[in-house]
């Protein structure tokens, strides 16, 4: 069977043959293959995903680089000492309170 005996077959019109394959044109276009519309709309996701991270990786990056910049002066390097590392001056007792 050839195609236009399958065309005729099926007794579709002469316009018909154009929509039938109209229609699997979009239905290729939409669901196969790596160029397809799902595809796109995955990889849009997966950009924003990627921009949301990009976002907050920078946002640490600068607040990481304000607090080098305060780490600068002596008073803040002295009380990120104590803070952090519970360093204190020879004469000094430290307690530690747990806030919970």
């Known amino acids: 069977m050839t195609i236009s005996?399958?065309?005729n077959a099926i007794k579709i019109r002469k316009w018909g043959k154009y929509v039938v394959t109209l229609l699997?044109?979009?239905i290729v276009y939409l669901f196969i293959g790596d160029q397809s519309l799902i595809q796109f709309v995955r990889r849009g996701r997966e950009?924003?995903?990627l921009e949301e991270q990009r976002?907050?990786?920078r946002e640490g990056t600068d607040k990481a680089q304000r607090e080098i910049r305060a780490l600068h002066q002596?008073?803040?390097l002295e009380?990120?000492?104590r803070e952090q590392y519970f360093m204190h001056?020879?004469?000094e007792d430290i307690y530690l309170v747990d806030e919970k």
């Open 5 to 7: 005996e399958f065309w």
């Open 89 to 91: 001056e020879a004469n």
């Open 24 to 26: 699997l044109f979009f």
């Open 47 to 49: 950009i924003r995903h």
């Open 79 to 81: 009380r990120f000492a």
């Open 55 to 57: 976002d907050m990786y």
């Open 74 to 76: 002596t008073d803040s």
